[in-house]
């Protein structure tokens, strides 16, 4: 299993890292987690072939993990793919996805492609190989489930494993606490995030040695000098923060 880092930023992306974004390959598979809102020019750095992505999966609708969706379609039309491809949304948001295309005048019949929006759901997703991906609710929008109530959505988002036989990888995505996924860590590759746990709990996962551990995600303030990176080696003795770059590639 290939997995490369596309988009390692927060919210905010910087100089140097874009919003969420992954490229995975595994048994001939070739996928996409998430689709941050500068997914079209990590995919560009990256020199991605989009025309062999056949899913992409979208964790949840937070702009630096969704946004890049309507422009990365439009690139592959322009591109003159032919395959067709399947992007899974959150399932409460299905309908704002096939709303949202449309009024981007991004339409089946105009393309040179069809696009298929599957409802992701908690559970598994098999790729038509040995590649499953199984999806996990985390709690990361639960602080908006009243405003989001009074628009008649139900907020939703997923952590997710991804299994290749033996191959296992976690990729955490966006939490309220690292306590949602501690337990799923062992005996897999985890890419975990940085921007919402406290300290406490980033430095518990670098001394801790549960599996092969690095953060993603990750806030100016993580960065080498920044303030909860000297934070984290005055108080927790952590010397190396393992986080993963742009461009890094992990095998599997
Ligand atoms: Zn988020």
């Known amino acids: 299993m290939k997995i490369t880092v596309l988009g390692s930023g927060s919210a905010f992306s910087s100089p140097t890292r874009f919003n969420s974004c992954y490229v995975l390959e595994a048994a001939g598979e070739k996928f996409m987690i998430d689709c941050g809102s500068d997914a079209m020019k990590a995919l560009q750095k990256g020199g991605v072939d989009l025309s062999s992505v056949r899913n992409i999966f979208i964790?949840?609708?937070?702009?630096?993990?969704?946004?890049?969706?309507?422009?990365?379609?439009?690139?592959?039309?322009?591109?003159?793919?032919?395959a067709p491809i399947s992007v899974h949304i959150p399932f409460t948001q299905l309908d704002f996805a096939k709303t949202w295309l449309a009024n981007m005048f991004i339409y089946d019949e105009r393309l040179s492609f069809r696009i298929s929006l599957e409802p992701l759901k908690p559970g598994v997703v098999r790729l038509g190989s040995p590649v499953e991906l199984e999806f996990f609710n985390t709690r990361h929008l639960q602080k908006y489930e009243k405003c989001a109530a009074s628009f008649g959505i139900e907020p939703v988002s997923y952590s997710v494993i991804v299994r290749e036989g033996e191959k296992v990888f976690f990729f955490s995505s966006d939490l309220a606490s690292l306590d949602e996924v501690r337990g799923r860590l062992d005996g897999c590759v985890s890419l975990v995030e940085a921007t919402h746990?406290?300290?406490d709990e980033v430095a518990s996962l670098m001394t801790g040695g549960s599996g092969s551990v690095y953060f993603t995600h990750i806030p100016q303030e993580l960065e080498e000098g920044g303030e909860w990176r000297a934070e984290l080696a005055a108080r927790f003795g952590v010397k190396e923060f393992r986080s993963v770059s742009d461009g890094q590639v992990i095998e599997i």
């Not at 969704?66 to 039309?77: F, K, N």
């Open 197 to 199: 746990p406290n300290l």
């Open 59 to 82: 964790t949840h609708m937070h702009a630096d993990h969704a946004a890049g969706l309507p422009a990365v379609l439009t690139a592959m039309h322009v591109h003159g793919r032919r």
